[in-house]
């Protein structure tokens, strides 16, 4: 069946420094992939979504491409700020009545210098 | 903005207890879906539908039963609870079309004593 694998459980950095959270995916369909972010004691909500091969796409700062070549969708940001402590999932769904499948989340965690 | 209301919010019970969690979307939305969250884990899928009385098996469905009554309304029954289902639990619903996003609820909490 589909999977998602992030392989980062924490990641904590400087505010201010790029961050990258991997995410790649395992699929015999055609993907579409998403990126949810969770703050503490909130719901999950859609960051960015994307089904297109070798586009960027961005929202909030924060970027992310597809490359089927690769099965991935990293989600990147250029300079982390401290309200972007928070758990990102990275998500993947397939066909038409295909509920979503999620990985198991990075928790990001900004700190000052 | 798209509208999912849990409840309860928190419960606690007992092993061998019978816990219903009750989930309404105002969104007019065809798709409503059930998840579990767990550290380590992500968000996995015990059952979703596309339609009142329809009913998906999702990922990690035994000791769960679901219902969804009407387009609005989608119920998780758990009829003799364990505490290995000790978990945060989320109900989200979302349009019917491949890139259609998640709309969450705020979770119910719920502890097996």
């Known amino acids: 069946g589909d999977s998602v694998t992030q392989t980062e459980g924490l990641v904590t950095l400087t505010k201010g420094l790029p961050v990258m959270l991997n995410c790649t995916y395992q699929?015999?369909?055609?993907?579409?992939l998403f990126w949810y972010v969770q703050h503490l004691n909130e719901a999950p909500k859609l960051l960015l979504k994307?089904?297109?091969?070798?586009k960027r796409t961005e929202h909030q700062g924060f970027y992310a491409t597809l490359h089927k070549s690769s099965s991935s969708f990293h989600l990147q940001k250029s300079s982390v700020q401290l309200s972007d402590s928070a758990l990102y999932f990275c998500?993947?769904?397939?066909?038409?009545?295909?509920?979503?499948?999620f990985g198991s989340g990075t928790k990001v965690i900004p700190c000052l210098p | 903005e798209a509208a999912v209301t849990q409840s309860p919010r928190n419960k606690v019970t007992v092993t061998g207890g019978n816990v219903t969690l009750s989930c309404r979307q105002t969104n007019s939305h065809n798709y409503m879906y059930w998840y579990r969250q767990d550290t380590g884990h992500g968000l996995r899928l015990i059952h979703y539908?596309?339609?009142?009385?329809?009913?998906q098996i999702g990922d990690v469905p035994d000791g769960y039963k679901a219902t969804r009554t009407t387009q609005e309304d989608f119920f998780l029954l758990l009829e003799l609870a364990s505490p290995s289902q000790t978990s945060l639990y989320f109900c989200?619903?979302?349009?019917?079309?491949?890139?259609?996003?998640?709309?969450f609820g705020e979770g119910s909490k719920l502890t097996v004593l």
């Open positions: 994307s089904s297109t091969d070798n």
């Open positions: 699929t015999t369909y055609s993907p579409f």
């Open positions: 539908s596309y339609g009142a009385g329809n009913l």
């Open positions: 989200a619903s979302s349009d019917a079309y491949r890139g259609g996003q998640l709309y």
């Open positions: 998500a993947l769904k397939t066909g038409f009545a295909s509920a979503l499948t």
